[in-house]
């Protein structure tokens, strides 16, 4: 708001299309980084439904944006609901810990764990430009591991079960196997 000149996020990321493809992966992914971390989240308003243009606290949130942005605030809704552990199966964003198992920093790929125990989150993030059909990650656990947000506009993995192969990787003694595209958020538990 205030601290850079009025300015959202999707204008800063794309002032040519601020509503296009580009700011909604980017300010997705800003906001599963956000959500998924610790510390108390603080959307901005509007952000929910990609706003652009400048912001101003006296003026209210554009409504009328809601049918327009239905997929941008679902994952908002979804990333809020993994926060807030609503289905029971999030319960490691609650807390403060945060481990990081994984660091490509040539790919652009990080992967951290939320909480300790079953209930573990784990969160995967290809912050870079370059896709990856097979992309291997170290599991804090063995057994299967169910997609519970996916970020990217297609190809949504959201629901589907990933179990752990018996093969050491990250300094943990299973991994997972799965689809990155770029600039996408994927947030995992058992």
Known sequence: GKLNGHVRLPNEIAPEAPEGDLARRRALLAASIMLTSPGVPMLLQGQELLQSGSFHDDEPVDWS?????ADTLSAYRTLIALRRNLA??????LGEQTRFLHVNQAGGV???????????VLVLLNLGAKSFASYRIGAPRAGAWTVRFDGRSAGNLT????????????GQAQSLELSLPPESALVLSR
Do not use: C
Request: glycine share 20%.
């Open 110 to 120: 990080l992967g951290y764990v939320r909480g300790q125990g079953e209930g573990e």
């Open 88 to 93: 029971g199966h999030s319960a490691g964003l």
């Open 159 to 170: 629901g589907q079960t990933f179990a752990t192969e018996p093969r050491a990787y990250d």
């Open 65 to 69: 944006r809601v049918d327009s942005q």
